[in-house]
């Protein structure tokens, strides 16, 4: 009676190692777990194979885009997929090539951060992805609920190297949100931080949304009360020749 | 390693008739279906007794709110708690006295609508409630999302008395609201529709979102995801004697 | 020729001591001074029976709503009605099953504010209230005008213990909320502190709004031009049979 | 004990026809029946010499201001003074002048409409004055509770040739308003209708506000609250010699 | 002593047939009569060589982006760039990584048309584009100022098969957008309509821009003023080396 | 085949000293350097001679705005009009009697700064004339683009008393707007300050719009796209017999 949910996360950047098959279950595990997901859902993964090595900026955003446009066409057999990026690469225009819901983390953290608080800030790395993350903000119509953006100084690629500084830094810029621009929960602003939102919130004391299994466990809600994206919203696009 | 996930419906009118066990049963499995729920998330039902037998106005949502306050304080052992009325009665007070999520069908499915489209339409009950929902939505912060508020001029009481007229109003003005409002996607406007979304979304063309359903579903989320409301927008009420 | 116009003031907290008549008249004739009341305007108080004793968050809103509902309910021969909390509690439902105008000091406050400023903050004692503070100037609308809202971490019961010191926590938010969040005016953010608004207004040198007061007389000025709140906003509730 | 309060009303457009004092007593005491007014308001009026004979763009409003500029910093011993044009002209300069409160028709009528409804609707003469409400509403701040601004077509010298025919054109725009536009109330949208308030509403049904009246009251209650405009929204003007 | 400006404009759509170089003189020519050009301006052109032949989509814009990049990157000894589609594809990405000006036409006849009116309404090809147009204009802060966005449901490539039918057509949706929708003046919403704005301007006598030539003239604008987009919103990505 | 475009600047204040004809040509010079105007663009210039010698605050700006009006009426073979002062005096009222594009620094570098980054910041002479500017911003449109609007506490007259210290106040207060308030460009508040914009960016690093070359500039683009401001936005006045 109850059907298994497939869910299907895109990581827009490219990388050079090689992943064992193992590796697919030990995230797929790890994912399912941040998410609190039944045994029912199930996650895998899949990447790109052109593009940037890590989306810092909307030009690193713009050249993920094709390829993770071309795996959200190809994707099959799937009930829900999550654009592993913060910056939610290439879901507008993937929202209209498919009819398998889709959805970034960003979309999908800030909306369930407004069902639990009225203001929001996110953390995130570096101060140039600030901008592009409260145009974000602006196109989803949900500005006025942020609080502010901050950011820890420190590259995507780095996040791993010392990840008690990381945490250190996210605690220092997470509490001058709270205490300066009044906060009520946070947002993890790059999806290279998945799983450290619960120590975070242990140390400043607020709700901490981690933004890859957010963006997991909202499809997934999509997928169950069998919705996807409005074609309104999202129409197909016209067929046309492209040269490629 | 799964846990099970608890979610308590409250339901805040009164009625005269008793349910028996079977009936808890027969409710909580057809919840689960509407939602798509896993295996895993158990769905439980409790009814307030002290109130109004529907609730269509600010005046019918003040006097049901003590019990349902009530209701909120005992519920122990469970994950999520959502109350079964489309103006989200007691919510915003509930959230202050409980740790466990809290949440309104009317907040879960603006949020929910705001993940698949840009513009949504309410289909309601009756003029009267149009004013509280415009509310609720201006307090949320969704107001540039919603494209109207339209009504079937039917009493919550009498929506199951002739469901297929019931289903030809909603159809009639789901269509204005997509063709003269601009809508991209419905929210059924009352708990009472409760199992109508499917067929008014086959009618008119557009995704129909189900608030109950989508709130059982929203408050596993944040169960899943270990989120709760946050203390610093809900603050624990200072101790005080109340003459009751 | 001229009539006289009837203010009723309904006090939404349950006090054990009993109020000598003598009492109604010196209140009645203070809050007639602090709004600078003519003659023919009169003003009298009733207190809920059952509730808290103080209103500090939604919870001690919502558990005094009926009572102040039922006050509202059975005025007669009054030609405008004040419910005597910064929170306006109970304001909204009671606006619907009345044609005597009603209103609270908040909406009340922040629309005269409104006609001498473009920006005002609130004073008020805890931050457990701010958020529904905050809540109310989104729902009015007038979030845009309110430059913060700080508080004095002092509960409504101690307001009066030491004058002196109260005044000076509220000079000390005062002066912060005009040289750091650009306040033009202020409100004094619970009716608490009725009468205090003149002096703060000495010592911090920009107009200060005493809400109480503002709002017996804004509902004066309703009564006077015969205006009453629109029912198309606060419709009749549905006649129903209530289990209470 | 009760201190008369004098409201000066100047009215901003030349007239060649010269009042008889007798005039002044009986337009005065037409202005207090229709605000309401106790015995202890007085008002008086005076009018531009310099200036448009009537005020029907923003041509002639700015025209018209450097003469309401004089009357305002000439009024002496008066409590409150209204501008009599629901443009508002002058209003915001005149309020740099003086320490005496300033209001203008316009604004009073939107913050009192504000106090019983959501949404409004003006109803006003010509199309041309159209987007200078607008603009005031904008500037106000409460574009959002702006529903539309609709016009009869007449220039405000002909509002009282037949008077039937100027209400049934209010009639047919202010049902317009209602129906399509979804107001909740009405507001006239010229003081040359003044006095027009109570049919129009019988006919209509919902609450109208007459902008002068309003007006007049709404300086009284800030005189009353010892209240005026802000001087850090409104500060006095730089000292200088002007060449005129 | 004054200096020629030289503006290149990247049409972002291949195109199978080999324009010969006359034709880029007569296409200069015709931009510059267009947008009014000074002698000392001088405006060329190129095409991207891989992606879509219209844009009609947000996957089209997509896959127009990469190329587009590519022609910002390589842009030498020019003053500022137009993209010319009324997606404005590319430019938010092409800012991050040049300091020359760069522009698109959505963004800049929005602001123009600002300049000259208060709501306007775009007149585009298809309803597809539609909410792609929207979330521009919500994008860039724009979006009250939009009164509506309609089409004439015709696809790009056609709308020069027989331009008089085009033009029928948005004299059509032009007279709606000014009588039903309130727009004061339109713009074009597609820059394959370049040069009929004269044209429909005639027939439905409101102003009406022309996106292309406004972008051209605006870019010149910000040349001219020696400003280009600010650093700070679109600063510098990282360097990374991709695998393309 | 080029026309000359004609911009006439109406300086908004008296002066007692009478301009060599000498000083008009250097002047015209000196903006269309700034402006970095073609050739074939002319500037030429005329002052009211009834009016306040600064303005700085809305007296003043009302005090001149009858004159500017006169020439604005009286402009003939122009095509573009600036009134060279940043609170845009006359501009609403003067756009209304003539057909030529008119357009006030204010708007213009709002716009202009607008389409070069999502958030900018004026820095102005005194306090006075902040809620000035601040109104005119809510009034166009773009009060969320605005940080913050500081000031160097510098009378109009004394800017060039001693320009080094002028400068250094600039940077002071333009380095606050950057760090603290989130500007990512400036705009210099006073048309005053015109010729300062490079230096100061050169300073602080970020573009600096200079208003009155940007005005000049941004009219030209109007006159040359063959625009003017809407006639449904700024109606022609009814013909009327003033008294003055």
């Known amino acids: 009676m109850y059907n298994t949910i497939k869910i299907r996360i895109i990581t827009p950047v ?3 190692r090689r992943q064992p098959p193992s590796d697919q279950d030990e995230y797929s595990e790890r994912i399912k777990r941040l998410a609190g997901l039944s045994s029912e859902t199930e996650v895998d993964r899949v990447r790109i194979e052109k593009g940037p090595p890590s989306i810092e900026s909307r030009y ?3 050249m993920a885009t ?3 446009l071309r795996l959200i066409k190809e994707a099959e057999g799937v009930d829900g997929i999550v654009v592993n990026c913060f910056c939610d690469p290439g879901v507008k225009a993937g929202r209209e090539i498919t009819n398998i819901p889709v959805i970034g983390p960003c979309l999908a953290s800030m909306l369930v951060a407004s069902s639990i608080c009225e203001r929001f800030s996110v953390v995130t790395v570096l101060k140039e992805v600030v901008p592009a993350i409260e145009e974000n903000a602006r196109m989803y ?3 006025d609920k942020l609080a502010s953006t901050r950011y820890i100084e420190m590259p995507v690629l780095d996040l791993h190297k010392d990840e008690a500084k990381t945490l250190e ?6 509490r001058k949100a709270i205490e ?7 947002i993890l602003g790059c999806t290279g931080m998945t799983g450290m939102a619960e120590k975070l919130s242990e140390e400043v004391g607020v709700q901490v949304l ?9 499809v997934e809600t999509l997928a169950s009360l069998r919705l996807t994206q409005s074609k309104l919203t999202y ?3 016209p067929e046309k020749t492209m040269i490629l």
């Open 14 to 16: 490219v990388s050079r």
């Open 60 to 62: 690193d955003d713009a």
């Open 66 to 68: 094709p390829d993770i």
């Open 141 to 143: 119509g949900l500005m």
């Open 169 to 174: 830094a996210l605690v220092e810029q997470g």
């Open 180 to 186: 300066e621009d009044g906060a009520q929960a946070l």
């Open 210 to 218: 981690d933004p890859l299994p957010t963006a997991v466990k909202l």
């Open 235 to 237: 129409p197909v696009p």
